[in-house]
Structures are given as structure tokens and as C-alpha cells.
């Protein structure tokens, strides 16, 4: 069963991309990409028992003005690496 529903979510999921700010290494950019927003992300992803902890402890240091999060949502334009 478990081994099933990861293989699953690599299905659905793209690689993901951390990276630091040159020039302060408290800041960083994450970038998710999924196959599609309906199942991949808002099904499987958000409701998984993982981004909920996470989501969780990321609230709380939100809230402890310990993190500050802006996001954005985008297409994938199908350009690629460019």
C-alpha cells in the first residue's frame, strides 16, 4: 500500500527546486511542480498527511513572525530551460 502510493505521487509530481538568495541566505525561493493542479496538487499533495504537519508547523512560525511567505501560482509556458 505504501509502496503504491509513492509511486503514485512520483507520478504526479515534478522535481522541486530550493534555492538561496545570493545575497542574504535567509531568503529562498521554492519552487513545486506538479502534473496537474486539479489531482496532483490539490488532491493528493495538499490533503497528504506530510503537507499537513508541515503546513501546521509552518503556520505556527508564521504566526510567530518567524517566517514570511509570498506566493504565486504559474503555467507552465513549455518552454523549458531557456
Given at each position: 500500500r505504501d509502496a503504491d502510493l509513492v509511486r503514485?505521487?512520483?507520478?504526479?509530481?515534478?522535481?522541486?527546486?530550493?534555492?538561496?538568495?545570493d545575497n542574504d541566505p535567509t531568503k529562498v525561493v521554492f519552487i513545486e511542480r506538479y502534473?496537474?493542479?486539479?489531482?496532483?496538487?490539490l488532491e493528493v499533495h495538499k490533503q497528504?498527511?506530510?503537507?499537513?504537519?508541515?503546513?501546521?508547523k509552518l503556520r505556527e512560525m508564521q504566526e510567530d513572525?518567524?517566517?514570511?511567505i509570498t506566493g504565486q501560482?504559474?503555467?507552465?509556458?513549455?518552454?523549458g530551460f531557456v
Open positions: 503514485q505521487r512520483l507520478r504526479l509530481a515534478a522535481p522541486h527546486v530550493l534555492d538561496l538568495a502534473t496537474d493542479k486539479d489531482t496532483a496538487y497528504s498527511a506530510a503537507f499537513l504537519t508541515f503546513r501546521h513572525g518567524l517566517v514570511t501560482s504559474y503555467l507552465t509556458s513549455g518552454l
